[in-house]
């Protein structure tokens, strides 16, 4: 069993910058990809970055490429989201979520989730 939980988030301006973590606890291992997706009221749940476990390979959605960075400490165990030149539409609940199966774009390719943190861009 994994645990995620996400923190970190806030209400930020326009063209600030946030950082978001997810501390992790339970069976991860070098076979994990961690990814964060966020979601809108009404709105499917949409990817925003993956990173893998053991080689730290990483992979963003166009709308963020440039703008946010993902990472990981394998020490602490934690993953984190730096989220820089942020827009009114990056107004979103930011989930934290890890596969066992390796990295992939789809919700449902990923096992565990945390209760998500919001993060709120005001223009």
């Known amino acids: 069993q994994v645990q995620l939980v996400e923190s970190g988030g806030g209400l930020v301006q326009a063209g600030g910058s946030l950082r978001l973590s997810c501390a992790t606890s339970?069976?991860?291992?070098?076979?994990?990809?961690m990814a964060w997706f966020r979601q809108v009221p009404g709105k499917e749940r949409e990817f925003v970055a993956v990173?893998?476990?053991?080689?730290?390979?990483?992979y963003y959605a166009d709308s963020v490429k440039g703008r946010f960075t993902i990472s990981r400490d394998n020490a602490k165990n934690m993953v984190y989201l730096q989220m820089s030149s942020l827009k009114p539409e990056d107004t979103a609940v930011y989930y934290c979520?890890?596969?066992?199966?390796?990295?992939?774009?789809?919700?449902?390719?990923?096992?565990?989730w945390g209760q998500g943190t919001q993060v709120t861009v005001s223009s």
């Open positions: 990173i893998t476990w053991s080689l730290g390979s990483t």
């Open positions: 339970g069976r991860t291992d070098s076979r994990y990809a």
């Open positions: 979520a890890a596969s066992p199966m390796g990295w992939g774009l789809s919700p449902g390719g990923y096992d565990y």
